[in-house]
């Protein structure tokens, strides 16, 4: 075993006033959103800006399903940094295959956030959603593998992933002590250890991967299967879900490298080589997203299916063209930035950043198109276009659950080593 | 067993929407909801227009898009046609909603109280019809109109509470004109059966493959450029 830890590694334990004041602002706006779901849950989802669909005019799924879908989207980068570790052997990502699943499974329980938002009865729906469960439903598949299965792989490979780190925290003295203990519960890393570990992540690792698409393309299925709704009913739903996921997975997990760089002190091995890798992955998934979304626009402009072609229409000129192509620029500049930081090498993480931040809010906002628009505009009957405008209580909502997921993360790199301990990566 | 469906005559129907009242107060719907609704669309270019009018209440289909997707089985399928929403377990995930091509399923924004011509809390209005809580079927479930629970979806029974009882639906029975025909569509003789024997039918949406059990006789469906007249907006 390496020597004796001295310390806490990357700041655990100890918080600055500026770590405090950060998180007091994160929590006031959590609250915010709590509130807000609070106003729903007493005065019915009327506080929404969510109508019937038809008659009525309105769009029945809105922004809290335009974020399930973009959390459980994110939630695609701590596996799949974790199975590439694994399988693959990819050295240069291991400083930040922890933050990954961390990232992971803090996206996927905001994405249960939004789900339980989104519910006219979320209490009804904690029950029955297993007691009637049907198979059928692809609703099925979101519950099961997205959430249940996607959640309990993450947490357990990050359990695992974290015993050896652990076992080394627990000889500092501290409060935490006990904590790490129970963590550790009783890995001695001994070789047999070792060689027991390494087999279980391996496996856990072959599990995920199939995992890894299937999650991913069930949700897609939510909206591909549905043949009522232009827009929405196409083969390849379910896979530019998984694109999409990658790249606002792969998008978030840049920024929080990056903060943690910049934030958390002996951080210094999460080097160039780690956000070359990562932005080098992330300009490939942007580029077959793109191929996804241009096949995807011409196969609905050219044969001009009346309701097709509505539904194109408001999202190219109509109600949504601000979104749509705000949502173009935000894929295709960062597109840019990546070319040109693969073709020169070592350039600065500011456009990195910056690009990782842009997919994410283009993320957001394709999620918005894809969910809203085949309602508003993709009624196979004629009724007139109808609208929808998110409230307050809606913004709020989201805003709390990012604040929320920030937050979560922000104390798990104060109660863990954020990163692998040094001399613990063999 | 009987396989209940309707026939909509459209040479018939003169758009006065009656059938959209009959279902209100028969079925207690609250504001802004429609479990009937009658299209009026304006067609064609002046001079050559003509405005026609299309009654469409839910299809209950065979192969019903909303009952698939259901995640608890709270939509379902009974043996004499009718597609059901169980109003007990429904979690309120508006999935049919959004599966249902023809736009029938009507959501519940608010408590019952508040969403009432007349106030819930000062007893039962006027036109508050007991049957609506009661169980219906073989399965003896709450299936129709009901209580109204805050976040859970309904739409259209074919009024299960008239039907069990050997009645037509309210639009049906509220129908001056006779331009809907509700019955057995498995029998030759019941008046839908002979009705689609002597004019040429279609169902709306054919092509998505959902199997309504509502088929029209008279007039075409809808094309490219019926325009509704009526201005519809996000209202609750």
Redesign the interface.
Known sequence: MAARLERLPFGVGHTSGRWKLWMAVLAAIAILGWYGWYLELS????VT??????????A??GMDVAFIVYFVGVSFAGITVAALVRLADVKALRPIARMAEALTVVSLVLAVFAIMY?????L??IV??F????P?????GT?TLVISGYLFASLVYLYLGGRRDAARCAEVPGRLQRFYQLWAAGYGDTREEQERRSRASFWLAIAIVPLLVVAHSTLGF?FGL????PGWYSALQAPSFVLLAGVSGIGMLIVIAAVVRRTVAGTDRLDDGVFRWLGNALMILLLAYLYFMVVELLTSIYTGA?REREVTEALLSGRYAPIYWAAVALLVIPLAFLIMRYFRRGAGLTTLVASGVMVNLSAMAKRFLIVVPS?THG??????P???TPTWVEWAEMAGLIAFGALLLAVFAKLFPIMPVEGSES | MPRYGMVIDLDRCTGCRACMESCKVENNTPE???WM?V?R?EEGEYPDTRVRFMP?PCMHCDNA?CV???????RYKREDGLVATDWE???????C???????????????PE?QYYLGWEDGAPPWANPDLNEPYGDERRRIAGGGR?????EKCTFCVQRVEQGLDPACVHGCPLKALVFGDLDDPESPPSRLLRKKEAFR??EE???EPRVHYVGGGP?S?N???ID??????
Not at chain 2, 89 to 95: L, V
């Open positions: 005065r019915g989802m009327i800006g969510l109508r019937n669909i038809g008659p009525m005019g309105g029945t799924w989104d519910l006219g009865q979320p009804r729906g029955n959603l007691r009637y469960a049907r059928q439903s692809p609703f099925f519950f939510v549905q043949v009522g709704r009346e309602q009624t196979l009957l004629p009724y007139q109808g609208s929808y | 802004a909801t429609f609704y299209f669309f469409r898009p698939k997707v259901c995640p608890v089985g709270a377990r429904c979690i309120g995930c508006r999935y909603e959004v599966a249902c091509p023809y736009g029938v399923n009507t959501f519940n924004w608010t408590h508040e629970d805050e976040g859970v979806i709306l949406l998505v493959g959902t809808p490219e019926s325009k509704q201005a519809v907006e996000a209202r609750v």
